[in-house]
């Protein structure tokens, strides 16, 4: 039985990660959060959970658990903003939290960076760190130090795409939280096309992953020649199913809620730049960025199906039915 360390255990992904992490192994784990209130299980009395109540700013309190005890951490805590809070947690405690690990006793860490800070060929994009919020440039921030860290060689940086995930037990992603809202404008989306390209991945299918990589902790996650062309000691992973387009969305959203579709109105960039200005929309840097940048596609993208498991969630009809619509 191995100790395992979880932070971010209260949000969306943190749910999933911690009920297959019961359900499919026989380790212990320690639950840092800051309102074990926002825990949607029974814990109280689970015999393999002990929720330690604090968070990423008071991390040294737990410096001796995580020096003699820890066999696997698995890091999905974050602060979404402001920029000060944002650098303290996701920057200056998560470093803390991966110092204070023993290299001779952690054997994996599982740290959750963004798919946002990686350009088209998973290399740093620098924009990330120009233009992002202050949760990207954080993430960026980070990431941009692990190297240097003793135990770099154990960590497996996860690059999460588009995120869905959550039910009447489990927290929603703010992806799905926003689908329904989204879907009340298929009436007029359905008219338009334009150029763009994503990822998305369930919640679920990361806990799989995570699970996997646990119970399985020597599989080989990249071929021998990306690991020479590979400078860095990190292994990344980016967590996505194939790259679908912004078009293709919509036709198949159309199709599986049966909404007509005669014709398209082409939404060229330079379009929209005008309609920009002349309704002086307010946008921030990245929003603005993003805009331009369009194709968000990575290499390599991972999901269960890697490792020889099955997907939950694999096509936008998929998508659709585990949002209940």
């Given at each position: 039985m191995k100790k395992i360390f979880v932070t971010g255990a209260s949000g969306c992904?943190?749910?999933?990660?911690?009920e297959s992490l019961l359900n499919e192994t026989d380790h212990y784990l320690y639950l840092l959060v800051r309102d074990p209130d926002k825990l949607n299980f029974e814990w109280e009395n689970h015999p393999r959970v002990q929720v330690l109540v604090g968070n990423l700013e008071n991390i040294d309190d737990h410096s001796d658990l995580l020096l003699k005890e820890i066999n696997i951490?698995?890091?999905?805590?974050?602060?979404?903003?402001?920029?000060?809070?944002?650098?303290d947690v996701n920057v200056v405690k998560s470093l803390a939290l991966l110092k204070m690990l023993n290299p001779n006793i952690c054997d994996q860490v599982f740290y959750f960076s963004t798919a946002s800070i990686l350009d088209q060929n998973n290399e740093l994009l620098e924009p990330a760190l120009q233009f992002g919020t202050d949760y990207i440039r954080s993430k960026y921030q980070c990431f941009s130090q692990l190297d240097r860290l003793e135990i770099s060689d154990r960590i497996i940086a996860l690059f999460p795409t588009l995120v869905l995930g959550g039910d009447r037990t489990k927290p929603f992603?703010?992806?799905?939280?926003?689908f329904p809202e989204i879907m009340k404008w298929m009436g007029l989306i359905?008219?338009?096309?334009?150029?763009?390209?994503?990822?998305?991945?369930?919640?679920?299918?990361?806990a799989r992953i995570i699970t996997y990589l646990v119970v399985n902790p020597h599989t080989q996650l990249v071929s021998e020649e990306e690991q020479e062309q590979e400078a860095s000691t990190?292994?990344?992973?980016?967590?996505?199913?194939q790259a679908i387009t912004v078009d293709q969305t919509i036709d198949q959203l159309c199709k599986s809620t049966h909404t007509k579709k005669y014709?398209?109105?082409?939404?060229?960039g330079w379009l929209i730049n005008i309609f920009i200005k002349i309704f002086r929309i307010q946008m921030d840097s990245w929003s603005y960025f993003s805009l331009n940048y369009r194709n968000f596609t990575y290499q390599n993208t991972v999901t269960p199906a890697k490792f020889g498991l099955s997907n939950y969630v694999s096509t936008i009809n998929e998508v659709l039915k585990t949002t209940g619509i």
């Open positions: 992904i943190g749910h999933y990660v911690v951490a698995i890091l999905a805590a974050t602060s979404w903003g402001g920029s000060a809070e944002a650098y992603s703010h992806l799905s939280a926003g359905r008219w338009f096309s334009t150029e763009g390209s994503f990822h998305f991945i369930h919640a679920q299918d990361i990190i292994t990344k992973l980016v967590l996505g199913n014709f398209s109105i082409p939404l060229y």
